[in-house]
């Protein structure tokens, strides 16, 4: 299993391409895998005969395990009922009773202080594993901690649940039954999630576990923002080849208000606060599937606004074709999502873990407003739009919640219409 990102340690098989017995040539593709939200090819290094497959559909593997074996001496006539005589029946089951072996010679040790993170309850629920049994898997994870792969290895040579044993805890169970679902057969129809959305759906529950969440508001005027866009956009388009949005002007935005409130930019590992020195801002997009995926762009605060459009607009593009490279939706500090694209007045976004806050862009709507010139109060009609900021509480404080917004929205109202491109 090759590298595949600096964050990434495992995939998981979608399909394999080849059998036991292909001939493959070098760079060929022999399968397909997926690493968190993006799907990759991986190519043979070598041309041979494959020999030997140790992983199939579905299975989670570490990144550097071996995937399969391709004999680089053989040739592609003749060889593909040798190859399996020889090598792939011997080798699964061989493999398959080395594996029950251990497991049926492993001794059951639980451990009561193990951390068990939501991620880990939320899947134990769905497989119906005790927390009895979840102690008694070892952990792969730093110190032990047990991970997601663990379980689901686990699960795969799993013969007998362990039960719960009975507790003396006074507390009243919850009475309140499952709501039941209304299904009429003929009318109503079963869709499965697919695996991008399984994996969304784990991500969100897990965030809003394990964060406290609070959502923060505030309107700014973008009236000045709004006209100078109006105004340079198909000179953009001429000149650049490039369409000039308004997403590059927000990354801008936030990514300078990130350097007068550093401690936004941080992550949260059990009782420390990893603060980021790289401000990379992902962008939650919307994909034609109707899944959702943030992009990053790297080191926003290192970037004029010309090379946030150029990378905004190349990551979108990605996005759509779902050519996205796993580096590019890896690492983020910090997230935002523009919900006024879908004619949202504004948002209450979940964080994307493991940051700490994630801002919510409302749609940009014309109205009568109150405003202060030389003449005194008067009624214009303004260009306003809501900013909406969730934020960890564990970490972020009202104030500094508060102060980052305000200070996201000033850059907004305060931009320099004297900006060229």
């Known amino acids: ?19 036991v017995g292909d001939y493959v040539e070098a760079d060929e593709t022999i399968i397909e895998v997926a690493t968190d939200k993006v799907d990759n090819d991986v190519p043979s290094p070598v041309s041979g005969i494959i020999t030997e497959i140790r992983f199939h559909k579905d299975d ?12 680089s001496n053989q040739k592609a006539e003749g060889k593909k009922q040798k190859a399996e ?34 991620l880990i309850i939320s899947i134990a629920q769905k497989e119906n594993l005790s927390i009895e049994e979840l102690q008694t898997i070892s952990g792969s994870g730093a110190e032990g901690r047990l991970q997601k792969s663990d379980v689901f290895n686990y699960l795969k040579n799993r013969k007998y649940p362990i039960q719960s044993k009975p507790t003396t ?27 991008m959305r399984k994996m969304i759906a784990d991500h969100m529950v897990y965030s809003k576990q394990t964060s406290p969440h609070v959502t923060s508001y505030i309107e700014v005027d973008v009236t000045n923002l709004v006209n100078w866009r109006n105004a340079n956009k198909d000179k953009f388009q ?50 034609p599937n109707g899944n959702l995926i943030v992009p990053v762009v790297r080191n926003a605060n290192e970037k004029d606004l010309m090379a946030l459009a150029k990378d905004v607009n190349s990551l979108a593009e990605a996005s759509r074709n779902n050519n996205l490279k796993p580096e590019q939706v890896q690492g983020s500090t910090f997230t935002i999502s523009n919900v006024g694209t879908f004619g949202s007045l504004m948002g209450t976004p979940i964080i994307n873990q493991p ?52 200070k996201v929205g000033d850059y907004l109202e305060q931009f320099d219409t004297n900006t060229t491109l």
């Open 1 to 19: 299993m090759p590298k595949m990102g600096e964050s990434i340690t495992e995939a998981t098989i979608i399909n394999w391409l080849k059998s």
């Open 60 to 71: 989670l593997v570490e990144v550097g395990t071996v995937l399969a074996l391709i004999d």
């Open 85 to 118: 005589a020889t090598h792939e029946e011997v080798v699964f089951v061989s493999a398959s009773q080395n594996q029950q072996s251990k497991t049926e010679n492993r001794k059951l040790t639980t451990n009561p202080n193990a951390f068990i993170s939501p």
């Open 169 to 195: 805890d006074n507390r009243q169970s919850a009475t309140f039954p499952k709501p039941k679902i209304n299904f009429i057969e003929g009318k109503d129809r079963i869709v499965e999630m697919d695996r």
């Open 238 to 287: 001429e000149k650049h080849n490039e369409k000039l949005t308004f997403t590059p002007v927000f990354v801008q935005a936030v990514a300078k208000a990130i350097l007068d409130f550093p401690m936004i930019n941080v992550s949260v590992d059990e009782k420390n606060i990893i603060v980021h020195n790289d401000i990379n801002i992902g962008m939650a997009t919307a994909l």
């Open 355 to 406: 940051e700490v806050a994630i801002l919510a862009l409302g749609i940009i709507k014309k109205r009568p407003e109150v405003i202060t010139t030389s003449k005194g109060d008067e009624i214009a009609i303004r260009s306003m739009m809501y900013l909406s900021l969730s934020f960890d509480h564990r970490v972020v404080d009202g104030f500094l919640g508060g102060s980052f917004l305000r």
